[in-house]
T-cell receptor
Framework: GIQVEQSPPDLILQEGANSTLRCNFSDSVNNLQWFHQNPWGQLINLFYIPSGTKQNGRLSATTVATERYSLLYISSSQTTDSGVYFCAVLYSGYALNFGKGTSLLVTP | DVKVTQSSRYLVKRTGEKVFLECVQDMDHENMFWYRQDPGLGLRLIYFSYDVKMKEKGDIPEGYSVSREKKERFSLILESASTNQTSMYLC???????????FGPGTRLTVL
């Protein structure tokens, strides 16, 4: 099956700092999503981005499908950005394959 | 906005009980999914359904069954709950064609 690797596994930032999260995948994919899992466990959709670049407020994402990676940028981080960020890809069939996530803690 | 709801946020059951987890989506999506999430193991697919009454096994179907009698509702059934089924259960839906998936709030199930 496809391998989805996220880095770094853990990240601690001070409020206001910027960060880049990376997702590498081992084969061509049909779609790619970024999620934020909040402290209550819900997965919040951030981006649906099989290729190209998208921006939503302080967050943006870029997927370079030919090189099999995606990046999530968080600018001017806030404490509410804390949580786990997952990259997930649709490789074959219907279901997503998830990376192990990046755990982000933003301190005041 | 897409809305996926799950019947309970927290559930405590005893070993051997039959457990029903319900999921409802309001966007007329064809595909629905059940995942479980465990520390160190990430999210794993249990079952999915691509149409009413249709189902496919995922990576870890043992000990589970599903039911989809109506398009908007997908149920996960633990026939005889065991302690190793203590987990976070997440339901998701997506339109046909393998597009963006949307998740419900999750159910934290504890089996004692």
């Amino acid at each position: 099956g496809i391998q989805v690797e996220q880095s770094p596994p853990d990240l601690i930032l001070q409020e206001g700092a910027n960060s880049t999260l990376r997702c590498n995948f081992s084969d061509s994919v049909n779609n790619l999503q970024w999620f934020h899992q909040n402290p209550w466990g819900q997965l919040i959709n951030l981006f649906y981005i099989p290729s190209g670049t998208k921006q939503n407020g302080r967050l943006s994402a870029t997927t370079v499908a030919t090189e099999r990676y995606s990046l999530l940028y968080i600018s001017s981080s806030q404490t509410t950005d804390s949580g786990v960020y997952f990259c997930a890809v649709l490789y074959s069939g219907y279901a997503l394959n998830f990376g192990k996530g990046t755990s982000l803690l933003v301190t005041p | 906005d897409v809305k996926v709801t799950q019947s309970s946020r927290y559930l405590v059951k005893r070993t051997g009980e039959k457990v029903f987890l319900e999921c409802v989506q309001d966007m007329d999506h064809e595909n629905m999914f059940w995942y479980r999430q465990d520390p160190g193991l990430g999210l794993r697919l249990i079952y999915f359904s691509y149409d009413v009454k249709m189902k496919e096994k995922g990576d870890i179907p043992e000990g589970y069954s599903v039911s989809r009698e109506k398009k908007e509702r997908f149920s996960l059934i633990l026939e005889s709950a065991s302690t190793n089924q203590t987990s976070m259960y997440l339901c998701a839906s997506s339109p046909s064609g393998g597009n963006e998936q949307f998740f419900g709030p999750g159910t934290r199930l504890t089996v004692l």
